[in-house]
């Protein structure tokens, strides 16, 4: 059997977080850069965001934050625009709930932008009021 060389495996690189807590400085977009919200996961390193000018776009997670920096839907992020493609985008940043809150403070998302709460579609808004409320004298006659 050949012997094992190597410092780990998997779990010795899930565990690696290379200091994600630390503050960072707040990036700002650039010129064929935007903000957007996730709508939507759709898997593959792909997901559904709204962006700030008010387009849908696909977009794609680059490989370095593959893996690494998980994107749920509600997060902000900062996606770079196609030349040649505008309902395409590549997705470059996910601000941390702090760093969102400080772009609206900053004026950089609209006022509009609901932050820290994931997406709810018109259909499940209704969905915490699945229960049924009895009266003492519906108790009595079972």
Known sequence: MPKNKGKGGKNRKRGK???????????????????????????NGRCEAMCIDGTKRLCHIRGKMHKKVWIAAGDIILVGLRDYQDDKADVILKYMPD?????????????????????????DEGAGDDYIEFEDEDIDKI
């Open 99 to 123: 760093e969102a809150r400080l772009l609206k403070a900053y004026g950089e998302l609209p006022e509009s932008t609901r932050l820290n709460e994931g997406i709810i579609d018109e259909e």
């Open 17 to 43: 977080n290379e200091a994600d807590d630390e503050k960072r400085e707040l990036v700002f977009k650039e010129d064929g850069q935007e903000y957007a919200q996730v709508l939507r996961m759709l898997g």
